[in-house]
Every structure is written in structure tokens, then in C-alpha cells.
């Protein structure tokens, strides 16, 4: 069984502060993910990592995969109030002829706090 | 708009009614996904499509769910007999399928069972 894991599932960190949120997965996948979720709201796409040592960045937030560790983070510099939501990593994984489905982990619950 | 859409975004009703939830792809979208996620855990896989074709069900989905997707468009998720446990934000997400897999999410239906 798959199993994705994320810690902290809740982070308060103050404005301005640096912190890292940790994804570790239990089986070779082909393809990682990182969603923003905002109360109440769906998911939205942050990033797509397909490869080992791939590394995104978009605004404050970095993103990097070492698939050999099955380990992902997601690196918020300097943050900021705006940045306060659920963070969730997702790992695709083939269960066979094509056929992919993601897994969650069960998120990261960001508060920056000013 | 050109996202994925769902319908009804609440529903209320009282245990033992039946249910039906509509989500309506991205256009060019082959690929259709339902989850669900309850308060405070990630989005939990149910079932998908590949064009009309049902491919995979979650052991999640019990006999009193059913879902379909006439001639590869919008599909439905039907909740027959609902039960309190059945409470949840029912996600819907489609893709066209490359190299990324990228899912798209709907805003969401959530269902609450009284």
C-alpha cells in the first residue's frame, strides 16, 4: 500500500521566517505534487516534479524531489501572511496498465503569523 | 470559465435520501477523477474515468455509490440510502494525459447528511 507522509501537519511560523515541509512516500512513483488548499476552497496546483533532483520555485515557495530518499519538500522563504493555507503533497503511482491514481498525504496546516 | 465545474457546491439532506453530485470537465480532458476529503485529511480517491470507460474503484466506494459518464463528458456520483459518515467535500478532477498528469480540481460539493 502506498503511503504518503507529511510532517508538520501544523506549522505556525512567524512573517519573515524561513521553514521546510517534508514529504516522504513508501513506493517508486513516477510524479509528485504540491496543492494550496484555502479553507473551504478546492485544491490548486503549485507544482509537478517528475524527476529526481527537480527543483521548482515559484514566488516564496521552492519546491525539490530526491526520488532514491522518496523525499520531497516544499521551502517557504521569508513568509508572508498571504501564504497561510493547507499544503498537501500528492504521490502518482501506476497500479498497473496505466492506470494512475494519486494519494495524499493528509496536508500541512500553514498559520503565518505577523 | 474553462476549469472543471461541479454541481450542486452544498447539499443538505437527511439520512437514508439518495444524492447525486455533477461535475463537468475541462473540455479537452480525457481523464476524470472523483475524491472525497473530510475535515482535516487529504482528498481520498474513489473512482476515475478514462473517456466513458470506468476503470478504477476505490474499496472506499461501497455498493451504494455509483458514478458515470455517458458518452466521455460530465459525469455523475450518485449516494443512495446516505448516512451520516457519508458527510464529506466530494472533489472532482480531470486530465488530459502527458508526461505531467497534472489534475485539475473543481471547486467541490459538499455534501452534509443529517
Known amino acids: 500500500e502506498l503511503k504518503v507522509e507529511q510532517n508538520p501537519l501544523f506549522l505556525s511560523m512567524q512573517e519573515g521566517k524561513n521553514y521546510t515541509i517534508y514529504c516522504n512516500y513508501s513506493t517508486t512513483s513516477d510524479r509528485l505534487y504540491w496543492y494550496r488548499q484555502d479553507p473551504g476552497k478546492s485544491l490548486e496546483s503549485l507544482f509537478v516534479l517528475l524527476s529526481n533532483g527537480a527543483v521548482k520555485q515559484e514566488g516564496r515557495l521552492m519546491a525539490s524531489l530526491d526520488t532514491k530518499a522518496r523525499l520531497s519538500t516544499l521551502h517557504i522563504t521569508a513568509a508572508v501572511h498571504d501564504l497561510s493555507a493547507t499544503y498537501f503533497c500528492?504521490?502518482?503511482?501506476?497500479f498497473g496498465a496505466g492506470s494512475y491514481q494519486l494519494t495524499f498525504g493528509k496536508g500541512t496546516k500553514l498559520s503565518v503569523i505577523p | 470559465d474553462t476549469g472543471v465545474s461541479q454541481n450542486p457546491r452544498h447539499k443538505i439532506t437527511k439520512r437514508g435520501q439518495n444524492v447525486t453530485f455533477r461535475c463537468d470537465p475541462i473540455?479537452?480532458?480525457?481523464?476524470l477523477y472523483w475524491y472525497r476529503q473530510t475535515l482535516g485529511q487529504g482528498p481520498e480517491f474513489l473512482t476515475y474515468?478514462?473517456?466513458?470507460?470506468?476503470?478504477?474503484k476505490s474499496r472506499l466506494l461501497s455498493d451504494r455509490f455509483s458514478a458515470e459518464r455517458p458518452k466521455g463528458s460530465f459525469s455523475t456520483l450518485e449516494i443512495q440510502r446516505t448516512e451520516q459518515g457519508d458527510s464529506a467535500m466530494y472533489l472532482c478532477a480531470s486530465i488530459q494525459a502527458s508526461p505531467y498528469n497534472e489534475q485539475f480540481f473543481g471547486p467541490g460539493t459538499r455534501l452534509t447528511v443529517l
Open positions: 473540455s479537452e480532458h480525457n481523464r
Open positions: 500528492a504521490v502518482d503511482f501506476d
Open positions: 474515468f478514462q473517456n466513458e470507460a470506468q476503470l478504477e
